[in-house]
């Protein structure tokens, strides 16, 4: 591994970026789930879907649109765009210092 990798601010700007895709993932697998119609009753889609719901606390409902799965797609989808996109501006800004 070369010397650039090790660095430490490297790594902190890595992790960031990892844990907003894996936010972002969680956010989209509910999507997924929610247009898929899966099993409300079973143990992952349940986890997942309460995960979901608290990082997307801040946007959840925040649209008011007619269709139910216009509101899920609408909130949960731009709270995955944002943690993405500020995530991954984070990790950039600690690379470059």
């Known amino acids: 591994m070369s010397p650039r ?3 430490g601010s490297n790594q902190a700007g890595t992790v960031v970026a ?3 895709d894996i936010m972002a993932v969680i ?3 509910w999507i997924l789930m929610y247009l898929l119609d899966a099993n409300p009753g079973n143990d992952f889609v349940q986890f997942i879907h309460d995960a ?3 990082l997307a ?3 959840h409902d925040l649209f008011t649109f007619d269709e139910q ?3 899920v797609v609408a909130g949960y989808g731009l709270a ?3 943690y993405l996109f500020v995530g991954h501006a984070i990790a950039n800004r600690v690379h470059r210092h």
């Open 18 to 20: 990892i844990v907003a």
């Open 27 to 29: 956010l989209g697998l």
């Open 69 to 71: 799965w216009a509101r």
């Open 52 to 54: 979901a719901r608290w």
């Open 80 to 82: 995955a765009v944002v």
């Open 57 to 59: 606390g801040w946007s």
């Open 5 to 7: 990798y090790r660095n």
